[in-house]
């Protein structure tokens, strides 16, 4: 499995490397592989279910997974692929913002939640004066991480800023916390290292741990985190997209995320 998903991270690059370079897609490409960007883990894994059920009534779709949250946007804004899978609503908005995308939601998938993990701590009430709590350093998710520190009970925020909300807005920090802002990949591999992580499902299930571990979570019936199917806004009718977000949205790939995942992935649909 690992050599797959390896595989399948380089092949991810070096598409977003001649997407950069300005490689668009062209008519003649019509009736070409539909090509979905995503990121290893779960919504990868959902991905390639519909992609083996989409085969079966004879359309062929390649998945390409990214080890980063920047590169998907990349690859599709410049056309080295159709759309991609891996975000929500506000980060596509705050990363249009920042860089410029044409990009659109095309159509709801699966809400993600996020939470909070531990290897030294059981309880959030235990949580010791001092500790270093990390959390995403992308603007959106680093509001969500505060949001949830604070539905934990462990800071307060300035009221009102939603998704704008960052860490100079804590205005209660009882216990003195240190927060750190990370890489939102790395997140499960500083457990080690810091007393709290809000780690996505993402990339903890990719690193084998146990959504049943968290200490206290979110996103779960909030369609504020929807992730969302994306593409460029003259490609969010392409046929082979609205047919295989049909195939996606069908009760085998339901079915898949209640035996897989339990009901940690909701699907929005």
Known sequence: MTSFLTRRAILGTALAASAIGGVRVS??????????GTTAGPVGQTLDVAAKLAKAQGQ???????????????????????????QHVPFLTSAIKARGYALVPVAPA?????????????????????ASVAIANDPVNAARGLHLLEKAGLLSLKPGLGDAVTVADVVQNPKGLRILELDAAQLPRVLDDVALAQISFTYLIASGGDPKTA?????AGDRHYTLSFVAR????????????????????????LLDRYGGFLEPAW
């Open 60 to 86: 062929s779709v390649e998945i390409i997974e990214f080890t980063d949250w920047v590169t998907p946007n990349e690859a599709v804004a410049t056309g080295s692929l159709d759309a991609n899978l891996f």
């Open 110 to 130: 699966i809400i993600l939640p996020v939470g909070l993990f531990s290897k030294s701590i059981k309880r959030l009430e235990d949580v010791p004066k001092g």
């Open 215 to 219: 200490l206290i979570t979110d996103g």
């Open 233 to 256: 806004p003259d490609n969010r009718d392409d046929p082979r997209l609205t047919a295989f977000i049909a195939t996606y949205r069908s009760p085998e790939v339901k079915q898949f």
């Open 27 to 36: 008519p003649a490409r019509a009736a070409s592989p539909l090509r979905i």
